[in-house]
């Protein structure tokens, strides 16, 4: 699981969703407000050995046209 926080006064303050007790081990990791690297980011080419999708573009509006029309049936 993944949470963000941020810097006061030299402590990382985590959200109260959080929930990890006292002396758990984290790893901080600064990050910007946009990623100008999307390579970086972790699902980034989650889909590219998917021969079945063709065009990425193409897929996605089939995608988003098929979930819409299912959020309209229920």
Do not use: Q
Request: glycine share 10%.
């Amino acid at each position: 699981m993944t949470y963000r926080g941020i810097i006061s006064k030299g402590v990382v303050v985590l959200p109260d969703e959080a929930g990890l007790p006292d002396g758990t081990l984290v790893e901080v990791k600064p990050v910007t407000e946009s990623s100008d690297n999307l390579g970086e980011l972790p699902a980034f080419g989650i889909w590219r050995d998917r021969s079945d999708l063709g065009d990425s573009a193409e897929a996605s509006l089939k995608l988003r046209e098929s979930l819409e029309c299912r959020d309209k049936h229920e």
